[in-house]
C-alpha cells in the first residue's frame, strides 16, 4: 500500500510519494487555489500554472 506525506509551507502543500519519496504531479497552493505541475524531484513544470485543478499525467 502506498502512502503520502504532505508538507504545508506557508500555506503551499506538497504531496509526496512515501514508497517512492518523489513529489507527485499535481501540486497546488491551498490559499490561492493555484495549480502546477512538477517533476519528480519537486521543479515546477513552466507553463503549468493556472488557476484550479491541472492535468500533469500521474
Known amino acids: 500500500m502506498e502512502g503520502k506525506c504532505t508538507i504545508n509551507v506557508v ?3 506538497f504531496q ?3 514508497k517512492e519519496g518523489y513529489y507527485k504531479a499535481t ?3 491551498g490559499s490561492t487555489g493555484q495549480c502546477w505541475c512538477v ?3 519537486g521543479n515546477e513544470i ?3 500554472r493556472k488557476q ?3 492535468s500533469c499525467g500521474e
Open 52 to 54: 484550479g485543478t491541472v
Open 39 to 41: 517533476d519528480k524531484y
Open 11 to 13: 500555506g503551499v502543500m
Open 27 to 29: 501540486q497546488c497552493h
Open 16 to 18: 509526496l510519494g512515501r
Open 46 to 48: 513552466a507553463g503549468s
